[in-house]
């Protein structure tokens, strides 16, 4: 990790909403290996793991060793150093870093913004190209917007493979009529509200975002949103909110 990333405080980390999350794991008994399990609860102020990640191989690790922890919160890569523990009960334990360090700067600056959007959400596996006009659309509020994606008040809380269809407008800027999204995290504010970080997926990154099978039960005016858009975008953005990013 490097030096020169802002220190988080891990007490300000609400590892709540992680719980059935995927995590990374990068050890010294597997070197040259990312693995990979999902945190099961947390307990004692560690994460408890699957045991079965990873081919098992959650389950072959040694205590004591050192092992850096990678995770996605609120739609940021971070990341802390800690070791291997278990607990009588032979539970994977990893005890939880006082700090912890972001992995990247956020490739996008976000800028406050209330805007309407009217949007709808599904998963991969209950939709066909039949069924996307029967999907139930409503009316909500995105709170901020980059280059990359929103965040969006939603009724409910979202699942990491949902994906999110959005029909948004921003003034003069002329949006394509549907912009397709996938869920990165979603979880209450402070304010018991339900947020969901949406990140745009364009017609160049579709590949590697979505299956093949859902690529074609996609109408095609949703890949009308490109690179090209998103540079409009994010020279819009920085030139009316310059004020409020953050």
Not at 23 to 28: M, Y
Not at 111 to 133: G, Q
Not at 175 to 189: A, D, E, W
Request: glycine share 6%.
């Amino acid at each position: 990790m490097s030096s020169d990333t802002a220190i988080i405080n891990s007490a300000n980390i609400d590892y709540s909403i992680l719980v059935g999350k995927r995590i990374t794991i990068i050890t010294e008994q597997f070197p040259g290996k990312k693995l990979s399990s999902r945190i099961l609860s947390t307990s004692n102020h560690s994460l408890v793991l699957d045991k079965s990640g990873s081919e098992g191989k959650i389950n072959q690790l040694i205590q004591k060793q050192n092992v850096d922890i990678l995770f996605n919160y609120k739609g940021q890569e971070i990341a802390f150093t800690s070791s291997i523990a278990a607990s009588e009960g032979g539970r994977v334990l990893v005890p939880i870093a006082d700090s912890i360090s972001p992995i990247v700067r956020r490739k996008f600056v976000r800028f406050d913004t209330t805007k309407a959007v009217r949007l709808t959400y599904f998963d991969e596996r209950n939709i066909k190209s039949s069924r996307l006009n029967k999907l139930k659309w409503f009316e909500t509020e995105i709170c901020n917007i980059s280059g990359g994606g929103a965040l969006t008040f939603m009724p409910s809380l979202l699942a990491d493979d949902n994906f999110i269809l959005m029909n948004l407008s921003l003034d003069e800027l002329i949006f394509p009529p549907l912009i397709l999204g996938r869920v990165c995290h979603s979880h209450r504010n402070r304010e018991n509200k339900i947020v969901t970080g949406v990140e745009f997926i364009t017609k160049e990154n579709a590949a590697g975002m979505i299956s093949s099978s859902l690529f074609r039960n996609l109408p095609e005016v949703i890949f009308q949103f490109d690179n090209q858009m998103v540079k409009e975008l994010v020279n819009y953005l920085e030139k009316n909110y310059r004020n409020n990013c953050e």
